[in-house]
């Protein structure tokens, strides 16, 4: 292990004797995903305590253009070769 985590992959196939042979393996991916729902409660219950003169309340206008900006910069981010283009969403 390296750190708590392991480096095994989730999936991996062999071959036996002419046949594909498909393995799962438990993997810290399945952890982290068991732990997804603690964290976004976790979240939750900090935004909860930020008090609302720090919040801002956009427009649906406003919103598509944040999103715009972000995924431009995703983008921008992924053609220089810092940002990982498989987590950009088709």
Do not use: H, W
């Amino acid at each position: 292990t390296d750190g708590g985590k392991t480096s095994r992959p989730l999936f991996r196939q062999s071959s036996i004797k002419n046949t594909t042979l498909s393995v799962f393996c438990i993997s810290d991916d399945i952890t982290a995903a068991i732990q997804l729902p603690k964290s976004f409660a976790m979240i939750n219950r900090l935004e909860a305590q930020i008090p609302g003169k720090y919040k801002m309340n956009l427009s649906a206008e406003d919103k598509l253009k944040y999103q715009k900006m972000l995924r431009d910069g995703r983008m921008d981010l992924t053609k220089r070769g810092i940002y990982d283009a498989g987590m950009i969403p088709d």
